[in-house]
């Protein structure tokens, strides 16, 4: 399996930062007026011409983002793009490296066909052109970790372009409702990664591990359409679930170039045209290569790989060895579920909230813990659904935990649901219970509830006699109910509930209340 990793929006992705002046508020294009802004990327992305003005102080304008992202995806194959090396997550240094990898002469690339599907089932899913015919190129720059000195990618004529991605983001004072936009989709390419540079700051030198170089990679360029973080954010994490609903790649992302971006200009400084990346450790962007300058890359076809042709069903020749040809009809008629489509089944079958859907798709892991509760119990949707995204997950945001680490199984919680559902327990009790299962000390929801006495009281007799001595002993209650006292009831309620502590049924007491009390 690849390594599970997706790199985004600093070795690709095109932050621009505009000042707003003077009631005019330039974004897609090159702006015009005295603007202050950025770009970052490679030269794939059409760079916008932004002109720099007098440094503002710092807080006197406002800015406003445009993004273009260029997301590189690492595609899940058990071997490199051109060679057979195999592709293993934290394998030992150079470990898996190829003569062709190393660059030795006279080897010779020779296609991965699981990558070409890979970037067949991601264009698809994103409503791209299927190009019948693409062509490699080779990209040169001088890196220590790039043995050949250039990149084998696809820069004149890729596999997939026009697509385009539908996203959903929250607005409103409450953040409630859905609002669904589109980000055009520039094209998909197929390239090779670099190896891996190791500096050792302390030696004052620098290791190169080339396990990485060769892997295949997805480069997804979007145009400049999106204007804030939020929206950055929430396209690649829609672009993430694609890919993994497609098995294409796996993926590990964060943000925070924006902000560090206004800082640096409001504190009188420029922005560098460079590449980034995120440092998991420091939570921040760091600088990984300068790209100030014109980059000069010498693009040229690749002269060892002939055109990439694909077909339709239509069009295959005849006789062809179904092994050696890529049927673009045969992989769209085997797409899995898009996530767009799972939310559309979550809300027509559980009748949730779109923005509840969103949830347990965006949150890893928690769509099959919904799943898995549904399946063994007998409560309704709804309550399932308020359980898993306000009790469950709101517990295991307070104690920072993914869905994998939780130490309440979706069994256990079915089990407490049911017992919820039965009416053997209340609400409260079952917030109780929800508690003594978080400490994971091997005990089931019903061994709990039996051993703290917690099971709401059946006995009718008893209730209407504790019913009875509460009403005696608070008169003035009583009083109040009958004066037509909205509140005097609930407080009844209360003072009965806390009399069998707990577990007396709300419903149950209101109902033998307004019966004594009724004329």
């Not at 890729?158 to 609002?179: D, E, F, H, N």
């Not at 560090?260 to 420091?282: A, C, M, V, W, Y």
């Not at 798709?361 to 509760?373: A, H, I, K, M």
Request: proline letters at 6%.
């Amino acid at each position: 399996m690849a390594a599970p990793i997706l790199r985004r929006g600093f070795p690709g992705g095109r932050w621009a930062l505009v000042w707003i002046h003077g009631g005019c508020r330039h974004r897609n294009g090159a702006p015009t007026g005295p603007t202050l802004g950025s770009t970052r990327g490679r030269s794939s992305v059409a760079q916008q011409s932004l002109q720099t003005a007098q440094k503002p102080r710092k807080g006197e304008h406002k800015w406003e983002t445009v993004v273009g992202l260029e997301v590189h995806a690492q595609i899940s194959s058990n071997s490199k793009l051109f060679s057979g090396s195999k592709v293993c997550f934290a394998a030992p240094p150079n470990s898996l490296v190829s003569f062709f990898d190393a660059s030795l002469p006279g080897t010779l690339p020779v296609l991965n066909r699981r990558c070409v599907e890979a970037a067949v089932m991601t264009g698809l899913a994103l409503n791209c052109r299927i190009n019948k015919k693409s062509l490699f190129d080779r990209k040169h720059y001088f890196y220590a970790d790039l043995p050949a000195g250039y990149q084998i990618t696809q820069q004149r004529l890729p596999i997939a372009a026009q697509g385009s991605l539908k996203y959903s983001i929250c607005t409103g004072q409450r953040r409630s409702q859905m609002v669904t936009k589109t980000v055009r989709i520039k094209q998909i390419q197929l390239e090779q990664d670099s190896g891996k540079s190791l500096h050792d700051d302390l030696r004052c030198q620098t290791l190169v591990d080339l396990n990485r170089a060769g892997v295949g990679l997805l480069e997804v360029v979007l145009e400049p359409d999106l204007c804030c973080g939020e929206e950055a954010a929430t396209v690649v994490r829609e672009l993430q679930l694609i890919l993994q609903a497609l098995g294409a790649s796996q993926a590990n992302m964060a943000d925070y170039e924006i902000q560090r971006q206004i800082s640096e200009l409001e504190n009188g400084g420029e922005i560098l045209n460079e590449t980034r990346s995120f440092d998991h450790k420091l939570g921040c962007t760091v600088p990984m290569r300068d790209k100030e300058g014109e980059q000069d890359y010498r693009f040229m076809p690749e002269p060892n790989l002939p055109p990439l042709v694909l077909y339709d069903t239509s069009c295959l020749p005849a006789g062809a060895d179904p092994q050696q040809v890529i049927n673009i009809d045969r992989i769209r008629d085997s797409l899995p579920e898009l996530p767009s489509v799972t939310r559309d089944r979550l809300v027509g079958e559980y009748g949730m909230l779109p923005e509840h859907s969103f949830v347990l798709l965006n949150e890893v892991g928690l769509l099959e813990f919904f799943q898995n509760v549904m399946k063994e119990t007998r409560a309704e949707p709804k309550k399932v659904t308020n359980w898993v995204l306000n009790t469950f997950l709101g517990y295991l945001k307070q104690q920072n935990l993914a869905v994998s680490e939780s130490p309440v199984t979706p069994s256990a919680l079915a089990e407490l649901l049911n017992l919820l559902d039965r009416k053997v327990i209340s609400s409260s009790a079952a917030k109780q219970v929800f508690g003594e299962l978080c400490k994971a000390e091997g005990k089931t929801a019903t061994q709990i509830v039996s051993e703290q006495r917690l099971e709401l009281m059946q006995d009718r007799e008893e209730l209407e006699r504790l019913c009875h001595a509460t009403m005696d002993e608070h008169p003035q209650v009583v009083m109040d109910m009958k004066g037509g006292n909205p509140r005097a009831i609930n407080k009844l309620i209360g003072l009965v509930r806390r009399a069998s502590l707990s577990r007396a049924d709300p419903t149950v007491i209101k109902e033998i209340l307004e019966r004594k009390l009724s004329p």
